[in-house]
């Protein structure tokens, strides 16, 4: 059974910087994309980062972009999402996810991810 673990939240001041990573088990990690999605209060879940199983490929919101960076440790079991210069606009419980399918290319829609983590807090004040 694929389990995802979030850790790395938590309360920072606009500006500032944070790091999550998403530990996964119970497959073959290397094989499969993984994506953060995050979810504001009273809001729906919104995509933010992508990367492919290879790393070579990844996807960005436009909110994010040249802002977070999302990498992933083979080696580790693990994918990352560096956020630096956070906005209040960040705030949001971030949840990665990964899918049932291997895909040859980075998708950014929520359907095309059955697992997914139990999210991690992220609250971002002026």
């Known amino acids: 059974q694929v389990q995802l673990v979030e850790s790395g939240g938590g309360l920072v001041q606009a500006g500032d910087s944070l790091r999550l990573s998403c530990e996964a088990s119970g497959r073959t990690f290397n094989m499969y994309n993984m994506a953060w999605f995050r979810q504001a209060p009273g809001k729906g879940r919104e995509f933010v980062a992508a990367?492919?199983?290879?790393?070579?490929?990844?996807e960005y919101a436009d909110s994010v972009k040249d802002r977070f960076k999302i990498s992933r440790d083979d080696a580790e079991n693990t994918a990352y999402l560096q956020m630096n210069n956070l906005e209040p606009e960040d705030t949001a419980a971030y949840f990665c996810?990964?899918?049932?399918?291997?895909?040859?290319?980075?998708?950014?829609?929520?359907?095309?991810?059955?697992?997914w983590g139990q999210g991690t807090q992220v609250t971002v004040s002026t």
């Open positions: 990367i492919s199983a290879t790393g070579i490929s990844t």
């Open positions: 996810a990964t899918p049932t399918k291997i895909y040859g290319v980075v998708r950014t829609d929520e359907r095309s991810y059955e697992f």
